[in-house]
Structures are given as structure tokens and as C-alpha cells.
């Protein structure tokens, strides 16, 4: 059967077996081999995508079942080949060790800072806490997650300066004088 879904911001069409899973196609059919297959059976969290903005297992989901859907993997998260906060963050923070439950790690996360960009500790725990570690650095992955959302807010704060500075500016200057009336022409020039 075929089966049409948007992958990465691009339409795809898959001549499928209806019983092909979601993970399935993503790997062997479009050869995104970003999205991993750590158990098979929706416990470890490495097959994580975005499936209209919302994280699933793609283990779990028959890819039919996705037809028409918005599909977000980790290849297409980067943007002019640039990586994310948050995928900076992973390498630069240890929260990527072995790296094989990165990809379902960072879509976790990315879904819960899409939603909700002030997590707490305890929130953050929650969205990543159907992702197992197998090297358990789970440490270092939450200081990952924080790290980004550090990056973002420094971010917001310098974009925020310029702005700030040229209303200070104008503070400073005091209230700007009316525009002048035109003069009345005379009559003879
Ligand atoms: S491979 Fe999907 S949850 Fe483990
Ligand atoms: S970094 Fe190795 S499984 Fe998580």
C-alpha cells in the first residue's frame, strides 16, 4: 500500500507493507538510520520521533497509521547544518557517551522545551523517563538539558540588549519635541 507522510519538512511516498512500522520505514526504507532500535518493544526510548510535534515510538506505530503525519527525526532537527542547543549541549556535556539513545534523548527533550521552556529538574526527568540509558549517565544528560536552555535564555538576553540599550538611550535624551509647525507662506513669496 502506499503511504504518504512528510518527513523532515519533505513529502515522502513509500510503497509499504501495511504491516511496516513506522521505525522500519524511517531506517530501512529512507535509510535514517538516526532514529535507533534499542528493544523492539517500547521500553528504552531510542526510536523516539516527533509525529505532529508530539514524541512517539516509532517501534510502536504502524507506519500506515502515520499517513498525512508531520514527522520530525533527528537528522531533520539541525538547521542549515548547524546543530541544535540541545545537540551541542549532549556532546558537550557528557550527556552523550556510547551515543546510541542520543537521537531518542534529544527528541524527548526537544518536545518538552518546544512546549514548555522553563522546565524544572523534576520535568525534565519526567519527559525523559521513558529513555534508558544503557550507560547510565543520566547525570550528565539532565545537565545537558540544562546546559541548552542556559544557551537559549543567554541567547534571549543578548538579542533583548540592543533593544534595551536603545530605550535607555532614548530615556536619556529626554521626550522627543513635537514636530514644528510649517511656517505660514506669505502671500508674496
Ligand atoms: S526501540 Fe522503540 S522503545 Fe525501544
Ligand atoms: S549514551 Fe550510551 S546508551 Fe546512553
Given at each position: 500500500?502506499?503511504?504518504?507522510?512528510?518527513?523532515?519538512?519533505?513529502?515522502?511516498?513509500?510503497?509499504?507493507?501495511?504491516?511496516?512500522?513506522?521505525?522500519?520505514?524511517?531506517?530501512?526504507?529512507?535509510?535514517?538510520?538516526?532514529?535507533?532500535?534499542?528493544?523492539?518493544?517500547?521500553?528504552?526510548?531510542?526510536?523516539?520521533?516527533?509525529?505532529?510535534?508530539?514524541?512517539?515510538?516509532?517501534?510502536?506505530?504502524?507506519?500506515?497509521?502515520?499517513?498525512?503525519?508531520?514527522?520530525?527525526?533527528?537528522?531533520?532537527?539541525?538547521?542549515?547544518?548547524?546543530?541544535?542547543?540541545?545537540?551541542?549541549?549532549?556532546?558537550?556535556?557528557?550527556?552523550?557517551?556510547?551515543?546510541?539513545?542520543?537521537?531518542?534523548?534529544?527528541?524527548?527533550?526537544?518536545?518538552?522545551?518546544?512546549?514548555?521552556?522553563?522546565?524544572?529538574?523534576?520535568?525534565?526527568?519526567?519527559?525523559?523517563?521513558?529513555?534508558?540509558?544503557?550507560?547510565?549517565?543520566?547525570?550528565?544528560?539532565?545537565?545537558?538539558?540544562?546546559?541548552?536552555?542556559?544557551?537559549?535564555?543567554?541567547?534571549?538576553?543578548?538579542?533583548?540588549?540592543?533593544?534595551?540599550?536603545?530605550?535607555?538611550?532614548r530615556r536619556?535624551a529626554g521626550p522627543t519635541p513635537p514636530?514644528?509647525?510649517?511656517?505660514?507662506?506669505?502671500?508674496?513669496?
Amino acid at each position: 500500500m502506499i503511504t504518504a507522510f512528510t518527513v523532515n519538512g519533505q513529502p515522502r511516498r513509500l510503497e509499504l507493507d501495511p504491516a511496516t512500522l513506522l521505525l522500519e520505514a524511517l531506517r530501512e526504507h529512507l535509510r535514517l538510520t538516526g532514529t535507533k532500535c534499542g528493544c523492539d518493544d517500547s521500553s528504552c526510548g531510542a526510536c523516539t520521533v516527533l509525529v505532529n510535534g508530539q514524541p512517539a515510538l516509532a517501534c510502536t506505530l504502524l507506519a500506515a497509521g502515520c499517513d498525512g503525519a508531520d514527522i520530525t527525526t533527528i537528522e531533520g532537527i539541525a538547521t542549515d547544518g548547524r546543530l541544535t542547543a540541545l545537540q551541542r549541549a549532549f556532546g558537550r556535556m557528557g550527556g552523550a557517551q556510547c551515543g546510541f539513545c542520543t537521537p531518542g534523548m534529544v527528541m524527548a527533550a526537544k518536545a518538552l522545551l518546544d512546549g514548555n521552556p522553563d522546565p524544572s529538574d523534576g520535568e525534565i526527568q519526567a519527559a525523559l523517563s521513558g529513555n534508558i540509558c544503557r550507560c547510565t549517565g543520566y547525570v550528565q544528560i539532565l545537565a545537558s538539558v540544562r546546559a541548552a536552555l542556559a544557551e537559549a535564555a543567554g541567547a534571549a538576553a543578548d538579542a533583548a540588549r540592543p533593544k534595551a540599550a536603545a530605550d535607555a538611550q532614548r530615556r536619556a535624551a529626554g521626550p522627543t519635541p513635537p514636530p514644528q509647525a510649517a511656517e505660514p507662506q506669505s502671500a508674496h513669496g
